[in-house]
């Protein structure tokens, strides 16, 4: 099991045509043979698996990876029970440079994102 450092942004929108590269998320998760996420080495690791929102014009946020109930979100309050940012089908998609992921963000909407890089975690 190797924990990898994921960086997406923000991909075509109406406000954004060409995407944003000011606009996403870094994810640290496990991910198995398969590059898909391992919940048997999340479940290990889950203290290690961060997630920092970077939107231009607002402060970062950060959070952890959850799994709450039958899906994973982003955690940005540990002192509530239920999850921030749900993500669409985390753990039937495959982390590789190109594909895309969608997250329902606090406002209710929902937005994909373009996975850009996806490196082993330095340590």
Sequence with gaps: ???Y???MTLARTEEHPNGSSAHGYDIVLPLDAAMKLDPDAWKAHAKECG???????EPDQKGLLRHIGRG???DYDATTPE???PFFKLDRH???AGEYLSVREQ???MQTFRIVT???LKK
């Excluded at 997630?51 to 014009?57: A, E, I, M, S």
């Design 51 to 57: 997630v920092r929102r970077f939107w231009q014009g």
């Design 118 to 120: 996806v490196e082993p």
């Design 72 to 74: 994973w979100v982003i």
């Design 1 to 3: 099991m190797t924990l």
């Design 94 to 96: 495959e982390f590789k």
């Design 107 to 109: 406002d209710g909407e």
């Design 5 to 7: 450092h994921v960086h």
């Design 83 to 85: 999850g921030d940012e």
